[in-house]
């Protein structure tokens, strides 16, 4: 491969892996990684488990926009999941989104 091939090969995934980059900043900063790792599960579900169980339900990023926003419980069980009325809505939607599309 010609070095400018391999050039824009490194800029696409750098702009490929750019959003995953942010969001997983993001849902540190919203503290959603106390309790929830990409692929393993902590006191939640891997987002990877939220990602794979909502798969084709058009109503999931609502439902669990909700879930982040008010909290809940029973969906993985009994361990509550607190509400988190200080994260930004715009944050909360770029996270959901963020998850669901976790493969």
Avoid: R
Avoid at 7 to 12: C, D, F, H, P, T
Avoid at 73 to 96: A, E, F, Y
């Amino acid at each position: 491969m010609k070095k400018s091939g391999l050039i824009v090969a490194a800029l696409g995934l750098a702009f490929t892996a750019a959003p995953a980059l942010a969001s997983m900043e993001l849902a540190t900063k919203s503290a959603c990684t106390a309790c929830h790792a990409v692929d393993k599960k902590l006191v939640g579900p891997s987002y990877k488990d939220v990602a794979k169980k909502y798969a084709g339900n058009a109503k999931a990023e609502a439902m669990l926009f909700d879930k982040v926003k008010k909290g809940g419980v029973g969906t993985w069980g009994q361990v509550p999941m607190p509400p988190n009325p200080n994260v930004k809505d715009d944050d909360i939607k770029t996270l959901v989104k963020w998850v669901l599309a976790t493969k």
